[in-house]
């Protein structure tokens, strides 16, 4: 089946830091979007994406579908300690309703 | 716009026990979706259905799992002869059509 695959699994950054994140895939997809989640609670989406090459910025969220439409990723920048969290890519394949998410990132922020 | 419910926020069982869960969507969200997430995991597709009808259904779904969504409106997932392996975080989220899905904040199961 498809399978995505998140990288880095984990980041330890000092505040004001700006951070990257991909995610990549077997095959291709016609919607990325990127969700948050933190301890306890369900995942938030933060940004979605729809056409190759599309970037897309939400505050200080910023998105690209990659051109292959096996790809994509996200940048936070000038972290602040309110990002703490995990961070989910999910794709979603033409024609299907399910959604199939990558295995996250896990941010931590340092003050 | 009250955000998608789910109830209870926490279940502990003890194995070969039925749970059900209840899932109140975002108020006009004709689709709804539910999942489940394992520790260090994303969430994995389970079932989904566009007002009432179930049109979709995972492998992870065995026959012990049966969700229903009989108005179209609240959802409910029932787990009969519960098992270790059940013990997961169950998500369930709606949409507008295609529009993105938004998530619950699940049902944490835990199977003693």
């Known amino acids: 089946g498809q399978q995505l695959n998140q990288s880095p699994q984990s980041m330890f950054i000092q505040e004001g830091e700006d951070v990257s994140m991909n995610c990549t895939s077997s095959?291709?997809?016609?919607?990325w979007l990127w969700y948050k989640q933190e301890p306890g609670e369900g995942p938030v989406l933060l940004i979605a994406l729809y056409k190759a090459g599309e970037l897309t910025s939400n505050g200080r969220l910023t998105a690209q579908f990659g051109i292959t439409r096996k790809d994509s990723f996200l940048n936070i920048s000038a972290s602040i300690p309110s990002d703490v969290g995990i961070y989910f890519c999910?794709?979603?394949?033409?024609?299907?309703?399910?959604?199939?998410f990558g295995s996250g990132t896990r941010l931590q922020v340092q003050p | 716009d009250t955000g998608v419910s789910q109830d209870p926020r926490h279940k502990i069982t003890k194995r070969g026990q039925n749970v059900t869960f209840r899932c109140d969507p975002i108020s006009e969200h004709n689709r709804l979706y539910w999942y489940r997430q394992t520790l260090g995991q994303g969430p994995e597709f389970l079932t989904y259905?566009?007002?009432?009808?179930?049109?979709?259904k995972s492998r992870l779904l065995s026959d012990r799992f049966s969700a229903e969504r009989p108005k179209g409106s609240f959802s409910t997932l029932e787990i009969q002869r519960t098992e270790q392996g059940d013990s997961a975080m169950y998500l369930c989220?709606?949409?507008?059509?295609?529009?993105?899905?938004?998530f619950g904040d699940g049902t944490r199961l835990s199977i003693l």
């Open positions: 095959s291709i997809f016609n919607t």
């Open positions: 999910a794709g979603q394949d033409t024609g299907r309703r399910a959604l199939t």
């Open positions: 259905f566009q007002n009432e009808a179930q049109l979709e």
């Open positions: 989220a709606s949409s507008d059509g295609d529009q993105p899905q938004h």
